[in-house]
Antibody, heavy 115, light 110 residues
Framework: EVQLVESGGGLVQPGGSLRLSCAASGLTFNKNWMYWVRQAPGKGLEWVANIKYDGTEKNYVGSVKGRFTISRDNAKNSLYLQMNSLRAEDTAVYYC????????WGQGTLVTVSS | QSVLTQPPSVSGAPGQRVTISCSGSSSNIGTYHVYWYQHLPGTAPKLLIYRNNQRPSGVPDRFSGSKSGTSASLAVSGLRSADEADYYCAGWDDSLTGWVFGGGTKLTVL
């Protein structure tokens, strides 16, 4: 059974930083694209970033380019999202997902950016 | 405003069939596959349809997807109360060099 467990969310002030983690199990991690997708309060799903199975290709939504960095550690079956210069509009539940079709998703971790 | 356009809501009685539309452009749906996800807020989203019309194992055949030109649709037949959820279409967009989601459609079973 595939399991994706996000952690690292919390309350942070505007301009601050946070690092999210996603621990994966039950899949061949180093053969899967990985994604971060978020849902702001009362809004729909928004793709944030994705990373190729070997880390050689990364893509970001325009609103986070230059502020967020996606990375992975295949030896630890883990995905990360380093979030810097956080803004109020980054407040959301952040989900990690895996597979060519975003086949599997975690339960999400809440990030709140507020003073 | 989302790149992929979905109706905000649809509804139907138990046992009926409803469809959810997803309208895009040549840079996304017109060129690439469409995916559909079911989401109950507070839970993990679930993949319902991949590559336009393929169902992952475990997804009932009451759910079906189709694509024509720059539009796609999800059909849900034999409606059940458990189908009440938000449904999202998604896919790759060449112009944005990233994935895009529709705004989501809330399905209500009357």
């Amino acid at each position: 059974e595939v399991q994706l467990v996000e952690s690292g969310g919390g309350l942070v002030q505007p301009g601050g930083s946070l690092r999210l983690s996603c621990a994966a199990s039950g899949l061949t991690f180093n053969k899967n694209w990985m994604y971060w997708v978020r849902q702001a309060p009362g809004k729909g799903l928004e793709w944030v970033a994705n990373i190729k199975y070997d880390g050689t290709e990364k893509n970001y939504v325009g609103s986070v380019k230059g502020r967020f960095t996606i990375s992975r550690d295949n030896a630890k079956n883990s995905l990360y999202l380093q979030m810097n210069s956080l803004r109020a509009e980054d407040t959301a539940v952040y989900y990690c997902a895996s597979g060519d079709s975003m086949d599997y998703w975690g339960q999400g971790t809440l990030v709140t950016v507020s003073s | 405003q989302s790149v992929l356009t979905q109706p905000p809501s649809v509804s139907g009685a138990p046992g009926q069939r409803v469809t959810i539309s997803c309208s895009g452009s040549s840079s996304n749906i017109g060129t690439y596959h469409v995916y559909w996800y079911q989401h109950l807020p507070g839970t993990a989203p679930k993949l319902l349809i991949y590559r336009n019309n393929q169902r992952p194992s475990g997804v009932p055949d009451r759910f079906s997807g189709s694509k024509s030109g720059t539009s796609a649709s999800l059909a849900v037949s034999g409606l059940r109360s458990a189908d009440e959820a938000d449904y999202y279409c998604a896919g790759w967009d060449d112009s944005l060099t990233g994935w895009v989601f529709g705004g989501g459609t809330k399905l209500t079973v009357l």
